[in-house]
């Protein structure tokens, strides 16, 4: 099975791309962020997501997308672009009839650390660790989107352990 | 000058083309709302409306879209689907050129009735007037998507006197 992971937002998108099943090592097949200028347009700037989402779903054919759920509770100032941004990425998921998960935050976390808190350097270890990586992706929202594509794969068979930490730590599943 | 305002929603999305110029009659073009079934996922109700917009823009090509600013701290129910929705509306305008402008719903009240904290039923009835309409246009997403399409057209000649209305409302802009 094979997973684009799209960490959305407007000044950088991150996707990543993971190919394995559960139960098995999983690899990476390939990482980017897409960044937009701020001295663009928000619809330009939406225009060069779809863009970069489309390039790499041509490239890679994933069999599912994985998209970060957006919470309108979520950072004021960049909430809007990245809700934007992930409904970019739906977009261009659903016109090719791909299966579409969104996973929240503490999911994914739960789902590679199986902590539902733990903090962007433990994913980053994680998922640098999980794709046996010689170094951590950078940017965060890199890392992030792998660590998307790894929760797909993994939720397979694994809900159970996830719904689990999610719920050890508090979760804040809506 | 030929626009298309667009209210955004994942539910109800209006759409509303008028034509004319600042100090003449302005006309209606046409008036459309594409609604989405809630059992739909939110990527399959995306595509919906990005077909919707794509196929009133090819009809009725206009010279530049106008868009409603949504906010962060708009009805948490439903902003992340109306933000969505604005970006796939942002996105379909930008692919192909078109100048885009985004009103603010205090910027389009001001414009249609010299009040930037009227009511829906207000909006409605100038919208009416100024576009010698036998019958309110219904529902309200309708009225509003030819509302903020009247508002882009006046604004070119009459930005004064909307800022002056929204400062009186002691407005709500960002």
Redesign the interface.
């Known amino acids: 099975m094979r997973v684009l992971g799209v960490d959305p937002g407007l000044t950088r998108c991150g996707m990543g791309v993971v190919e394995g099943d559960v139960g098995r090592p999983l690899r990476l097949v390939d990482v980017n962020v897409v960044r937009t200028s701020s001295h663009l ?4 700037r ?2 060069s997501i ?1 863009r970069g989402i489309d390039a790499w779903l041509d490239e890679h054919r994933p069999d599912a997308v994985a998209i970060e759920r ?4 979520s950072d ?2 960049t ?2 672009g990245t ?6 990425a ?2 261009c ?3 090719r009839g791909l299966p ?1 998960a969104l996973h929240t935050p503490s999911e994914v976390k739960a789902a590679v650390s199986g902590n539902g808190r733990a903090d962007k350097a433990q994913v980053g270890m994680m998922v640098t660790r999980i794709l046996r990586l010689d170094a951590m992706p950078k940017p965060a929202d890199a890392a992030d989107a792998l660590a998307l594509a790894i929760t797909h794969i993994w939720r397979g068979g694994a809900q159970a352990r996830i719904d689990a930490a999610v719920a050890a730590a508090g979760g804040n599943r809506p």
Not at 41 to 44: K, L, R, T
Not at 70 to 73: L, T
Not at 83 to 88: D, L, Y
């Open positions: 347009s928000v619809p330009e939406l225009v779809e957006v919470f309108a509770r004021v100032s909430v809007m809700a934007q941004a992930s409904g970019i739906m977009v998921a659903a016109r579409i």
